[in-house]
């Protein structure tokens, strides 16, 4: 039996997978209807200091193993965080895929976009 995620460990999880990068990484956790994991996926990954992110690849993602929400996560932060969170979230909707958070990784430490009010 899976569990649902829990934000502390997500917040965790990912920042073992994200941390020790150098490159940026776009990865999304791909959730069920009761918001367990089906699956972790590097969906992109970029340079130094970027990533391209194509929200249509990302939804053809999340249709094919059928999940019901997703948190998307990458390391490096830039400024355009909050255009492509609307982007991906909009897209997602489209499909009845909800985003529940956005976690940016940057060292050891993360901010969640839930927590902060961003999404």
Do not use: W
Not at 11 to 26: G, I, N, P
Not at 65 to 75: E, K, P, R
Request: proline share 3%; charged share 25%.
């Amino acid at each position: 039996m899976r569990r649902s995620v829990q934000p502390v460990a997500v917040r965790k999880y990912l920042s073992a997978k994200l941390a020790d990068f150098e490159h940026e990484v776009f990865a999304v956790l791909f959730l069920d209807t009761q918001h367990r994991l089906i699956e972790y996926s590097e969906l992109f990954r970029g340079t130094i200091d970027s990533a391209s992110v194509y929200p249509r690849e990302l939804v053809k993602e999340a249709l094919r193993l059928n999940a019901a929400a997703v948190i998307v996560s990458h390391n490096h932060p830039s400024g355009a965080d909050k255009v492509l969170t609307q982007r991906l979230r909009e897209a997602l909707a489209l499909v009845d895929v909800r985003t529940l958070d956005h976690i940016i990784v940057a060292g050891g430490s993360t901010i969640s976009f839930a927590e902060r009010g961003l999404i």
